[in-house]
């Protein structure tokens, strides 16, 4: 009889911070226990987005043991104090890692960017231990494409090596995408990397535990904000650099005298910062049109058709997501392979048609496989077997097109496509199914 399995896993989010990368850890950590592994997570004290967040420095969970790190988190407020911190947390967790007795694997993410470090030094010391590596988005590459580093500068060169190290080191690999693997697979033609496996690709997902379909007849939190006679396109989670969103902020402007249209832009993050711009300047552009056609008495008053708002509770999701109409998901040019963003399978999962953002070859893509063309603001798609709508970044024309075309179905039109949104996520993105998947590659002996 095999001897029971010991888990460490590594990752600076856990919930209950909102950060994505922790609430798939919470359900991987709660599966693999599950198996009747022992489990003890080690992650930040405080919130990653929010780091005024304090979480208790010690807590037993659904069997998980987990315990809370001081000095791992401080924000995001400049790169210098996010390298700090985590050196802190990885330090931290390679002492622990280096000590805890009878453990057999080791399970890895990229948050911190730096977390493999933990795992070439434990496994170094600890040559039996098994290693998995979960892939969450890539990093040197992200830095360097939003401009933070130079591809020569040191820390570059030194996140590349750690990379092939930890490749070389890894039991398994798992990546979100097909665009994802190759990106690593093609930093092993460095010659001392090879891989002991070949990489695993897994996608994220759904939080089945959190979401559910509530009609909109039902929801509470779309009748709150004001939005039963609208449709509501919806942009929700982490509004990172990495996901652009100024081509939808820019069609939202193209049809803001549609009354039909809300905006919303749900959740944190440093690209934020641009929506909640733009909806303070519609707000004092609209005030002065309200103030001229006050004067001038010609005009009926405008409002905002752009709403941000903040993170809603993980236990409320399912109201907020289901408010939308439309989900908008984006991709920055050259991230496919280097992120992934999962909020794609949370919107079909309860029912969602959605529009992505993105270049014209991604995972996006993949799933979506269809287009939207602004040549004489025409729309291309299947209507049979449509789900959504996918568009280019600049496109303002062909995403306004999109809009007009999804706001103009019949509830009937809305309904099927509803339907096959849910199916796809179903069929493909099942949770189950690749919980089991996961959990096949990482306790396969």
Wanted: glycine share 6%; with cysteine; hydrophobic share 40%.
């Amino acid at each position: 009889m095999p001897s029971p399995k010991n888990f460490l896993i590594i990752t600076q989010v856990f919930s209950p911070d909102p950060a994505a990368v922790g609430q798939y850890f919470d359900e991987a950590a709660q599966a693999i226990a599950g198996t009747g592994a022992s489990v003890t997570v080690l992650t930040a004290n405080r919130g990653y987005d929010n780091p005024d967040a304090r979480f208790a420095a010690e807590e037993n969970r659904n069997g998980i043991r987990i315990r809370r790190l001081p000095f791992s988190s401080f924000g995001k407020a400049s790169i210098p104090v996010r390298i700090f911190a985590q050196l802190s947390f990885l330090i931290q967790c390679i002492l622990r890692g280096l000590f805890t007795p009878k453990l057999t694997d080791l399970l890895v993410s990229t948050s911190p960017p730096m977390a493999a470090i933990t795992a070439v030094i434990i496994g170094f010391f600890r040559p039996k231990l098994k290693v998995h590596y979960w892939v969450m988005d890539i990093n040197p590459d992200q830095a360097v494409i939003l401009g933070a580093f130079s591809p020569k500068h040191p820390l570059v060169l030194a996140l590349d090596w750690l990379n092939r190290r930890m490749l070389k080191r890894a039991d398994t690999v798992i990546a979100l995408d097909r665009f994802m693997a190759e990106r690593m697979e093609a930093k092993l033609t460095h010659p001392e990397a090879e891989l002991r496996r070949p990489i695993t690709i897994i996608p994220p997902w759904p939080m089945d535990d959190y979401l559910e379909t509530v009609p909109h007849s039902e929801n509470q939190f779309r009748k709150e904000q004001g939005w039963d006679d609208k449709f509501v396109v919806m942009y929700s989670g982490n509004h990172s650099l990495v996901h652009p969103l100024d081509t939808i902020l820019d069609a939202a402007e193209a049809l803001k005298d549609d009354p039909r249209f809300v905006f919303a832009f749900i959740g944190g993050g440093k690209g934020k910062e641009i929506v909640d711009a733009r909806v303070a300047q519609l707000n004092v552009e609209r005030c002065s049109l309200n103030e001229e056609s006050a004067a001038t008495n010609n005009q009926q008053p405008t409002t905002n058709n752009l709403i941000s708002l903040p993170y809603q509770p993980l236990d409320q999701i399912r109201f907020s997501l289901s408010a939308a109409d439309l989900h908008i998901v984006s991709l920055g040019n050259d991230m496919s392979g280097i992120v992934h963003p999962c909020k794609i399978y949370g919107a079909l999962s309860i029912g969602r048609p959605v529009l992505t953002l993105g270049p014209k070859e991604s995972y996006l893509s993949d799933i979506i496989k269809k287009e939207v063309k602004s040549q004489k603001s025409e729309v291309s798609q299947e209507t049979d077997r449509a789900i959504g709508y996918a568009i280019q970044h600049g496109d303002v024309a062909g995403a306004v097109a999109a809009l007009t075309a999804a706001a103009d179905q019949t509830q009937q039109e809305r309904a099927a496509m509803d339907q096959r949104a849910q199916q796809i996520a179903t069929e493909k993105f099942g949770r189950e199914q690749l919980v089991q998947q996961f959990l096949d590659t990482i306790l396969d002996d």
